[in-house]
């Protein structure tokens, strides 16, 4: 999605996502920055706090990282939102269905 800070990209994004989840299936969301990452997991976890939404980047601490692929890959999560780390071969999707 192509707009102007404040158009409601991350909502139009998030309503796509809502659709996949509600279809049985996981989405993904990936930003170029650990930082955008956050903001865009705080937002949609306002947005949306019916689901379950996980953070999943490079500079997360090994614990928090575990626990978040544990969730990704058994379809506890519904929402994941990242960085590059969203593609790496450890990340093990339970059902993507949405990038």
């Known amino acids: 999605l192509q707009g102007d800070v404040g158009s409601g990209k991350t909502v139009v994004a998030g309503l796509a996502m809502v659709a ?3 279809a049985g299936m996981q989405a993904a969301m990936m930003v170029p920055t650990e930082i955008l990452a956050e903001q865009h997991f705080e937002s949609l976890r306002q947005l949306f706090p019916e689901l379950s939404i996980a953070l ?8 928090e ?35």
């Open 65 to 99: 990282r575990r626990a978040a692929l544990e969730a990704i890959s058994s379809g506890q999560v519904d929402i994941i939102v990242g960085t590059h780390a969203l593609i790496q071969e450890s990340v093990t999707y339970h059902k993507l269905g949405l990038v």
């Open 56 to 63: 999943l980047t490079g500079g997360m601490k090994v614990a």
């Open 20 to 22: 996949a989840v509600t």
